[in-house]
């Protein structure tokens, strides 16, 4: 009999939520039109607020769409890091981040001070800045990377033969495997991906063994060595539409496999038992875009003297796609 009044006890608790889910993605949608605003949401975040977005994605495509967009006001479901981005790109538009604690451990990893000690320690050396990083940390760096054109930008570097690049140590690891420059990385990590160990991703390829592993490059070296497809999320997409299998172990943030899902749902998507999750992300609700929209409060501003040089260090990322 307790089984069973919990049981029901659950059940209304998750129609409740999905009404208010519903009232709120309502009032959302109304104050979308009012405020002429558009919702920019990150891969990571949680369903029902991929559900609001108007755009969703990994960093690249979030940093053109909110370059490209005619909004005034731009309500960011991501991190501080990526709002600072869209502010940068975006000077005469509003960015809103819903919850201004959202941070990122993995831009935390380096200060500005910290980077321009080592610009003095390896003076001839590139520095290609991860996206995610601080307004101004770009700013003292030379050109930015994502994970889906880190390579890219790497091998366009002509002239460079030392690079310098910061923040995250597995994604400049990985990058050095497709490079002939000498990579210089620095010790830093995404807390999320590098929690995901080899016998974890063993046990799961023994679980599923028709299922394919793609992992995201912030991963540790010894688990992309066991990956099928080492890529972005935007990338995760695109491969799982090329390929034949109908099973996939996501290695990358929990968020990903919901994303996956609603593209592709035909197909199976497996996270893992200890799931990856990044708690800033998780930050964003429905109840904080609409406080965002409604009271356009937690506006991330970029000062000019920051804004110039990081500007031209994401502009030059951009144009090489």
């Not at 891969?43 to 005034?72: C, F, M, W």
């Not at 923040?167 to 620095?186: E, F, G, M």
Request: proline share 4%; glycine share 4%; hydrophobic share 40%.
């Amino acid at each position: 009999m307790k089984q069973t009044e919990e049981l029901v006890m659950s059940e209304e608790l998750v129609m409740s939520q999905e009404e208010d889910n519903i009232s709120l993605t309502r009032r959302i949608n109304q104050l979308k039109q009012e405020k002429k605003a558009v919702i920019l949401a990150h891969n990571y975040q949680r369903p029902e607020v991929l559900d609001v977005a108007d755009i969703q994605g990994d960093s690249l495509e979030l940093s053109r769409a909110a370059a490209k967009t005619e909004a005034r006001v731009i309500v960011f479901c991501g991190v501080r890091f990526m709002a600072e981005t869209a502010s940068i790109l975006c000077p005469d538009k509003a960015v809103l981040l819903p919850e201004i604690e959202a941070g990122c451990p993995l831009a935390n990893y380096i200060t500005v001070d910290q980077l321009l000690a080592m610009r003095q320690k390896y003076p001839d050396a590139t520095v290609v800045c991860y996206v995610n990083s601080s307004a101004e940390v770009k700013a003292a760096s030379d050109i930015c990377c994502t994970s889906a054109n880190a390579v890219r930008v790497v091998n366009s570097l002509t002239e460079a033969k030392q690079v310098l690049m910061v923040p995250d140590k597995n994604l400049a690891l990985y990058v050095s495997r497709h490079t002939d420059k000498q990579i210089i990385p620095w010790e830093g990590g995404c807390p999320a991906h590098c929690q995901l160990g080899v016998e974890e991703v063993l046990h799961m390829k023994v679980l599923y063994p028709e299922a394919k592993f793609i992992a995201h490059p912030e991963c540790n070296p010894q688990v992309l060595e066991m990956a099928d497809c080492v890529t972005s999320t935007s990338g995760m997409l695109r491969y799982v539409d090329q390929c034949k299998a109908k099973e996939f172990i996501v290695g990358t943030e929990e968020g990903m496999a919901y994303v996956l899902h609603m593209a592709f749902p035909d197909k199976i998507f497996y996270r893992f038992p200890h799931s990856m999750i990044c708690q800033d992300m998780k930050r964003v609700t429905l109840t904080s875009i609409v406080d965002a929209l409604g009271k356009k409060q937690y506006v991330v501003n970029v000062s000019d003297e920051i804004r110039k040089p990081a500007m031209d260090c994401l502009s030059k990322m951009m144009n090489i796609g």
